[in-house]
């Protein structure tokens, strides 16, 4: 089984603020419209989340969110045996802790997390240059109360789970793939973060470098189309999981939101 866990609907200016909207709203000028979406795996051999969420990051108690999403589908954050990081934006690894008592605790204190270790340093050099006192603090806790796995130095667990670096949207950007039980699907960060960039060509200016994104999308999009791979796009808010079921010259490659949120076999 593979689910969206559904934080909410945003819209997001150049402040890097995450500002709730209806997902039937319109953002306002100049800003973003985005979701957000961690993803859980769950089958007989794995228990897991492709990134994280907002937690302490964003606005209203994301903990909370994360909680009553695993619930729903009978779990506690306990059960989670690995987190696999695309990148390290806080929109999506500020849940790896949330706050109590003044301090940090551990989400998924059972979880080993796997990370680019190059990202890493680059996120924690930049918050110290930048004063980000609060993003260091965070760092720090995470840092030495985690499991941090580098993926550079040890391949992801299990098997079942490959991370590849790609860039793009930022420099040690991580593909993540999942393949066991029969299911099969892609996670690519916010370098397809949405399905609408699926048929479109564009170089973002957010990105670090929007023309290897966009290489990204179009060599991952031919592979998940002729290898059928599910799509998991983690700032889309109407139907996160995406399949594509053929491609035309002229149109592009037709796809099908589940917007359910939850594809595949439940577990075992």
């Given at each position: 089984?593979?689910a969206a866990?559904?934080?909410?609907t945003?819209e ?6 995450f500002?709730p909207i209806d ?12 979701a957000?979406?961690?993803?859980l795996?769950?089958?007989g051999?794995l ?5 994280a ?7 209203g108690?994301h903990h909370a969110m994360m909680?009553d ?5 009978n779990l506690e954050?306990?059960?989670i045996q690995?987190?696999y990081c695309?990148h ?5 690894i500020?849940g790896?802790?949330h706050?109590?008592?003044?301090t940090?605790?551990?989400t ?7 990370l680019?270790g190059k990202?890493?340093k680059?996120f ?7 004063g980000?006192e609060?993003?260091?603090r965070?760092a ?5 109360h985690?499991?941090l796995r580098?993926?550079e130095d ?9 991370m590849t670096?790609?860039g ?16 099969k699907a892609?996670?690519l960060?916010?370098?397809?973060g949405r399905p609408?960039a699926?048929?479109?060509k564009?170089a ?5 470098d929007?023309r290897?994104s ?5 060599h991952y999009?031919r ?9 998991l796009?983690?700032h ?7 399949a594509l079921?053929?491609f035309d010259?002229?149109k592009g490659?037709?796809i099908?939101?589940i ?10």
């Amino acid at each position: 089984m593979i689910a969206a866990l559904y934080e909410g609907t945003y819209e997001v200016g150049m402040d890097g603020k995450f500002v709730p909207i209806d997902p039937k709203e319109q953002p306002k000028r100049g800003t973003l419209k985005l979701a957000v979406n961690p993803f859980l795996i769950q089958n007989g051999k794995l228990t897991a989340m492709i990134d994280a969420g907002l937690g302490p990051f964003g606005p209203g108690d994301h903990h909370a969110m994360m909680v009553d999403n695993l619930a729903r589908h009978n779990l506690e954050p306990e059960d989670i045996q690995h987190v696999y990081c695309s990148h390290l934006h806080t929109d999506h690894i500020g849940g790896l802790l949330h706050e109590r008592f003044g301090t940090y605790e551990l989400t998924f204190p059972n979880a080993a997390i796997w990370l680019s270790g190059k990202d890493w340093k680059l996120f924690t050099s930049r918050a110290e240059e930048k004063g980000h006192e609060a993003t260091v603090r965070w760092a720090m806790y995470l840092e030495t109360h985690g499991d941090l796995r580098f993926v550079e130095d040890t391949p992801p667990e299990p098997e079942i789970i490959s991370m590849t670096t790609i860039g793009g949207h930022t420099k040690y950007h991580q593909a993540i793939f999942y393949d066991g039980d029969g299911e099969k699907a892609m996670m690519l960060g916010d370098v397809l973060g949405r399905p609408v960039a699926i048929n479109r060509k564009f170089a973002a200016k957010y990105d670090n470098d929007g023309r290897k994104s966009q290489q990204n999308r179009d060599h991952y999009l031919r592979k998940a189309l002729e290898e059928d791979y599910l799509i998991l796009t983690y700032h889309s808010y109407n139907g996160a999981i995406v399949a594509l079921q053929g491609f035309d010259e002229q149109k592009g490659y037709h796809i099908e939101k589940i917007t359910s949120g939850v594809a595949g076999k439940s577990a075992q």
